[in-house]
């Protein structure tokens, strides 16, 4: 082996060193991620409507295409059925197709995260997500694998970097997900960031978003139950 290719071996080799030990068990100062968040819609990236834009970009592209394929078929040939989002269908989806686009909807959702409110729950290594679209625990420090949404199996990433708590998914071929949350330095918010690569729906999406704590009050005793031991 040359010079030149064991330096390149020693680069590579030392980059895949220095990713696989980037993320921290432990924040570089304490913080605690803890409490009930709502969200600051007025600072926050509009999730949901970009989802929606996207979306609209993609069915227009797409029915462009299929009218370009129509030009090609025999004279008589019945038209192409034209379902999706935000246009009047030809022929309305079979309740089947309804309820697979609704769950696909869902599933985009929970991918972005778009939830109102979030619930964490910090314990030492372990931090505990909980949202209006899904429930999640986690370890700092920790490698694993999970799925994702949509059923892929992914390599997840867990750990802190400096003040960011940090959830990184991937899948080999496919999308890769990297969430990070932290203390806003200034205002002591809930910060968030998401951010889609690779070959996937969501590639390229980037969102950013801030959460303000809120107290949750407890629901008032029911005298029927009694006192609470």
């Known amino acids: 082996m040359s010079t030149r290719l064991r330096l ?39 999730a949901e409507h970009m ?18 394929q129509e030009k090609s078929f025999p004279p008589g040939a019945p038209p192409i059925d034209v379902d999706g989002p935000g246009g009047a269908a030809r022929n309305e989806p079979s309740p089947s197709r309804r309820a697979s686009m609704k769950r696909r909807q869902e599933n985009l959702y929970k991918m972005l995260a778009i939830s109102d409110t979030l619930t964490i729950r910090q314990d030492g290594t372990t931090v505990e997500i909980v949202s209006a679209v ?6 700092a420090g920790s490698r694993t694998q999970v ?36 203390l806003a330095p200034k205002t002591a918010q809930l910060e968030y960031e998401m951010k889609w690569s690779g070959d996937g729906e969501l590639d390229g999406m980037k969102i950013r978003r801030l959460f303000d704590r809120v107290t949750v009050t407890p629901p008032p005793a029911d005298p029927a139950a009694g006192p609470i031991k």
Request: proline share 4%; glycine share 8%.
């Open 8 to 46: 390149l071996a020693f680069a590579l080799f030392g980059t895949a060193a220095l990713s696989a030990a980037a993320l921290d068990s432990a924040p570089s100062r304490p913080v605690d991620l803890s409490g009930s968040w709502k969200l600051n819609a007025a600072l926050s990236d509009d």
């Open 134 to 139: 899904e429930s999640r625990r986690v370890v």
């Open 147 to 182: 799925s994702l949404p949509e059923g892929e199996l992914a390599d997840s990433k867990v750990g802190w970097d400096g003040q960011w708590f940090v959830i990184e998914r991937s899948v080999r071929g496919g999308p890769r997900v990297l969430e990070k949350f932290r």
């Open 51 to 68: 989802l929606e834009e996207r979306q609209r970009e993609e069915w227009e592209r797409y029915v462009q295409w299929r009218r370009r």
